[in-house]
């Protein structure tokens, strides 16, 4: 039951950011709302998980540096799943799911791959996202 608490306030709170965005008029066109996805996760993968990996490795905390790790592998992808949509915006495409990874995150389009080439999850394992 707890787990169904949690789930429901994670859920709570993504209305409460959605919220706040649009209170803030940080929800824009498709377009300027890609190249800030882009940017975001640009940073993230040059700069702050980088840092987080090294302070990891300086606390000596081997779990929280694999996290950042994989977290950083992820944001690469991420970065380039957004680019290549803004660079395709205008163009009709096929419509597919999408697939990640319960442990690390890796998002695939598509399909799943076999195994996680981030982690080594089995792609079984993966959740769909429509």
Not at 69 to 80: Q, R, S
Request: glycine residues 6%; charged residues 25%; proline residues 3%.
């Amino acid at each position: 039951q707890a787990a169904k608490l949690f789930r429901a306030a994670a859920e709570a709170e993504t209305v409460h950011a959605l919220n706040h965005l649009k209170a803030l008029k940080g929800i824009a066109s498709t377009r300027e709302n890609l190249q800030a996805a882009v940017n975001g996760e640009t940073h993230e993968f040059k700069h702050m998980y980088p840092d987080m990996i090294e302070m990891a490795k300086t606390e000596g905390n081997k779990e929280a540096g694999q996290t950042f790790h994989w977290a950083n592998e992820v944001e690469k992808i991420h970065a380039g799943l957004y680019q290549a949509m803004l660079a395709n915006l205008e163009k009709a495409g096929e419509v597919y799911a999408y697939y990640v990874c319960p442990l690390c995150g890796y998002t695939a389009e598509k399909e799943a791959p076999e195994t996680c080439p981030v982690c080594g999850t089995k792609g079984k394992a993966f959740k769909k996202v429509e």
